[in-house]
């Protein structure tokens, strides 16, 4: 009899667990939009790297790539802009385009003027975006991404997601390129988000 009632115990455990990741999930596909839904995370406002207000209307109607990173990183961040600028300039070249959007996780280093440093020895078509960090950490979790410090003093790390959101001209999430991902699916995937 007592081991029934574990048993029973223990399955009404996961179905509640169950109901929960469901619940969880709709809601947060609710908030920040799916595939199928227009349009995809929060709209945002935030400071370029020219130290102008710039806010997500700038990009309705257009095709971008969106990364979270911050100038300081190692070899993620340096790798995935470079990556995403080659293919631009490729797609350019096919007569299709889109945009690449990087915004960093942190603004206390990455000033407008560091940002612009950064993005301009890579591509001066890239639009990098700073913020106070209240302002960066809620845009960030309006797109469902994350991070957060790691160590102490001026060498601190950021741990942080490293997917790359795919927003088609409705403002769709039209997919994502995950670090690492195999260089002829993410050729298909910018191709096909710049309607090459």
């Known amino acids: 009899m007592q081991t029934r009632t574990i048993i029973q115990t223990g399955l009404w455990a996961v179905v509640a667990l169950v109901a929960g990741a469901l619940v969880f999930t709709y809601f947060n596909l609710s908030r920040q939009g799916s595939a199928g839904d227009a349009p995809y995370g929060t709209p945002f406002t935030l400071t370029d790297q020219n130290g102008e207000s710039f806010s997500s209307a700038k990009l309705a109607g257009e095709p971008y790539a969106l990364f979270f990173g911050y100038t300081h990183c190692p070899d993620v961040c340096p790798t995935t802009l470079y990556e995403l600028a080659s293919h631009q300039d490729a797609i350019e070249k096919a007569g299709h385009d889109f945009r690449v959007v990087f915004v960093t996780v942190d603004p206390e280093r990455d000033t407008p003027g ?36 790691q160590g102490e003093g001026a060498d601190y790390l950021m741990d942080h997601t490293a997917t790359t959101f795919l ?30």
């Open 114 to 149: 560091v940002l612009k440093e950064y993005v301009e020895a890579v591509s001066p078509k890239i639009v990098a975006l700073t913020g106070d960090r209240q302002d960066v950490a809620a845009m960030a979790k309006g797109w469902g991404a994350y991070f957060a410090r």
């Open 167 to 196: 927003i088609d001209a409705d403002g769709r999430l039209a997919g994502t390129i995950a670090y690492g991902e195999d260089p002829k699916t993410v050729t298909a995937k910018l191709e096909r988000l710049a309607g090459a």
